[in-house]
């Protein structure tokens, strides 16, 4: 009988999130106030976020600690179990351990709830009264919905209307947890009303969501506005996944060669992989590599821009891999990978060349996807998927190159509320979806008068 | 920070099944050859399973050795932690601790892997190709389906055709798992084109389906049968779940007052319930309690009786509690409840006077299952609710008898492929079930000349 699964106790928990600004060799450019072209400052914010939250999203600290009331909801499914994937191993027969992290054991079956969690904390401790945010195919909406009812929030989800039409399941955990969610564009806002008086049967889009969130955030008494990935404070949240990870492989003395993730806005790969960053700029020897889809390859084939987070232009202006903000990404299934740009700390790592990006189309992970779901048992996330795509391909050099390699990644969540995206597969429905060059040169037209970073 | 979860090291999983018909104080009544009357013998069931099956159906030893392939297959979720649930002792307020098994952390999201791995295993030794089966809501379709590709054996599924059209996704699952998904009734089988001969529109149930499973099975060269639930072997199976809760509560020095369990075919319940029915059977205190919906109430309203299976009276006669091979149920959410019967352990059981049981209707369940999905997190599937409404139930009466207890039961799945029906209970769409005391008459009449037990 082989150990497949290394666990850790609840009091083995790690007690603080790691902050990789307190340890990059090279400085982060600045977010930028698109008005005055000046960085922002924590007054700026202060109408979308609460002053607690706004601290963390600048601070330079190594350790943060992890409030007791977060750390108790954390152990409703953390620490996560991390896996041996013996039996995909024998399937590739090539000479690799790959050893992953599941965070499909979540009630909401993603990593989201590991930034939900004390996004909802620290907005009550703050005096928030409720949440309003946005979600693409609905991981972060679900999550968000389910921390904010823990923690006795009231909470308002705007969803791209064509993913709250198509993925009726995410709505109905929303509301299960006791949020309201709302196809969005809607009429509750100004950004909503503007895309319905010239597109009145507009599918949605995460930018659009994202301004409408913004926009009753800002203009509701007592409410403020939660992002789900790309921000600073929400990879740190993440990283208790990579730091847990370390400790368990710590356990059974194994360190990985290469370390992997899937990136969509960056929180899910970061979140297993800063911490061994942090290891790689101290010297030690590890690669790391995000898998993001070729229909939205913003770290494969974007450049390095400051560029707004969402299409109305609330956001500052963030320094990283972009498509442009008005870059509307392929109809693929990993909704959760369909954002125009990349977590500015995610792209500077890039930059600096401490991380590697590689873009897969959709039928080659779930190619992946079915074959593990196969082999291990668990369906994966179609986000997830990506990564598996990025497993295989990594196994297969290692084979070429006839070297033996430890392969540690981020399971991300499971694909459960997904299943009709393996039914379109399985049924030879998919599509593959490149993205031209015209049309990655057309959509960067939108920020070629941003200031250069 | 307060210990939430009580875990056990892949190298702790119990080793071997509890067989409780070893420890039985009165013998169990024989299931009968309905033709002949008498004793069914090993024979009469060799055209539906392998004989390997079938010795252990029969078995009367105390322990039996869990096979090494089929413990490394439980490893990929087992041992299931076993939780506190602090936050629905602290919305309920009533002198009671709360543990329960998460079954749901399996690849299927259920108890069902627990059998079907097991059956699979022992398919692929005896030398079955493929294995046919039924299934009503999915759950039992699906897990099995995952663990015949894990053995690489084919398998086909016939789903009642009501559910295979409303709850697609559990369909999805079982292809994914490469498996076939047929709804029932089907033309493929004699039984099936009975049904549509008469009925053209016909919306399947579980008789009907495992009328058609049977019947392929043993018309199909190389192809063998199993059932999800009610036999003796498959209880045997799930008592891996109780086995591992004893090794646990050990752990943390509390023995259970009350273990619950919901009951449909009694597979989940039994898990749990059987090694402690061993205890009390050897003069240990602790109350065991069966929960089932009200719309289908064969323990708390049906005979003690000999009666089919199933619908085309394929099955041998089994002595248990049943509301008459054809009586249809309601149309619940709770698909895995809606079976005549009830498994003849739990049966004989009942009447021995060591388990109760009580009947719940589903809106009452629904509301127990949002109030635990808004504290606890994990949303449970319709079936599991019956339980939950089962707690609330036993924690209000230890307020009202001023008693403090410890709760233990098997929170056998999640309700993420059933969000359909949170969302009829949230919306109001929902009705409560009740069964008539004429229908129970009227449902009885079909069992009327059988053998008394």
Not at 102 to 119: F, Q, R, T
């Given at each position: 009988m082989e150990q497949v699964k290394v666990l850790l106790e609840d009091h083995e928990i790690p007690k603080q999130w790691y902050n990789i600004v307190a340890d990059l060799p090279t400085p982060m450019k600045p977010p930028l106030h698109p008005g005055t072209g000046q960085q922002v400052t924590p007054d700026d914010l202060a109408a979308i976020f609460p002053m607690n939250i706004i601290e963390q999203e600048a601070?330079?600290?190594?350790?943060?600690?992890?409030?007791?009331?977060?750390?108790?909801?954390?152990?409703?499914?953390?620490?996560?179990?991390?896996?041996?994937?013996?039996?995909?191993?024998?399937?590739?027969?090539?000479?690799?351990?790959?050893?992953?992290?599941?965070?499909?054991?979540?009630?909401?079956?993603?990593?989201?709830?590991?930034?939900?969690?004390?996004?909802?904390?620290?907005?009550?401790?703050?005096?928030?009264?409720?949440?309003?945010?946005?979600?693409?195919?609905?991981?972060?909406?679900?999550?968000?919905?389910?921390?904010?009812?823990?923690?006795?929030?009231?909470?308002?989800?705007?969803?791209?209307?064509?993913?709250?039409?198509?993925?009726?399941?995410?709505?109905?955990?929303?509301?299960?947890?006791?949020?309201?969610?709302?196809?969005?564009?809607?009429?509750?806002?100004?950004?909503?009303?503007?895309?319905?008086?010239?597109?009145?049967?507009?599918p949605g889009s995460l930018g659009i969501a994202i301004s409408e969130a913004i926009e009753e955030a800002v203009t509701t008494k007592g409410s403020r506005y939660a992002l789900g990935s790309v921000l600073n404070h929400v990879l740190l949240y993440q990283t208790i996944i990579g730091l847990e990870a370390q400790k368990q492989m710590k356990k059974i003395g194994v360190y990985p060669d290469v370390v992997m993730g899937c990136c969509g806005g960056g929180s899910n790969f970061a979140g297993i992989a800063l911490p061994y960053v942090c290891d790689k700029i101290h010297g030690k020897k590890v690669k790391l590599v995000g898998a993001e889809p070729s229909s939205c390859p913003s770290l494969t084939k974007g450049p390095f821009a400051y560029d707004f987070g969402d299409l109305a232009k609330t956001t500052p202006l963030l320094p990283m891999y972009t498509l442009g903000h008005d870059y509307i990404p392929a109809p693929i299934h990993a909704g959760g990978l369909r954002y125009h740009g990349m977590a500015p700390i995610v792209s500077h790592l890039v930059r600096e060349k401490f991380i590697e990006a590689r873009a897969y189309d959709q039928l080659k992970t779930f190619d992946a996807g079915v074959k593990w779901a196969r082999t291990e048992g668990f369906i994966p996330a179609p986000e997830t998927n990506h990564v598996l795509a990025a497993v295989v391909d990594e196994a297969m050099r290692a084979r070429e190159e006839g070297k033996e390699k430890v392969i540690l990644f981020n399971w991300s969540g499971h694909g459960l509320v997904d299943l009709s995206a393996y039914d379109a597969y399985l049924s030879g429905k998919l599509q593959a979806y490149e993205l031209p060059d015209e049309e990655i040169a057309r959509a960067l037209r939108s920020i070629k008068d941003f200031p250069k970073p």
């Open positions: 601070s330079a600290r190594r350790w943060i600690d992890i409030p007791d009331e977060v750390l108790q909801k954390y152990l409703l499914w953390r620490p996560s179990p991390l896996y041996r994937a013996y039996n995909f191993e024998k399937l590739l027969n090539c000479p690799v351990k790959i050893y992953y992290k599941n965070e499909g054991v979540s009630p909401a079956g993603s990593h989201k709830p590991n930034a939900a969690i004390p996004m909802a904390y620290y907005n009550k401790v703050a005096g928030t009264k409720r949440i309003v945010t946005e979600t693409g195919a609905g991981q972060w909406g679900s999550a968000l919905s389910m921390a904010t009812q823990m923690f006795g929030l009231g909470c308002r989800v705007y969803m791209v209307k064509i993913s709250y039409e198509q993925k009726p399941y995410r709505r109905m955990m929303m509301n299960t947890w006791g949020a309201e969610c709302i196809p969005s564009p809607s009429n509750l806002t100004q950004a909503g009303r503007n895309v319905l008086a010239e597109h009145p049967d507009s």
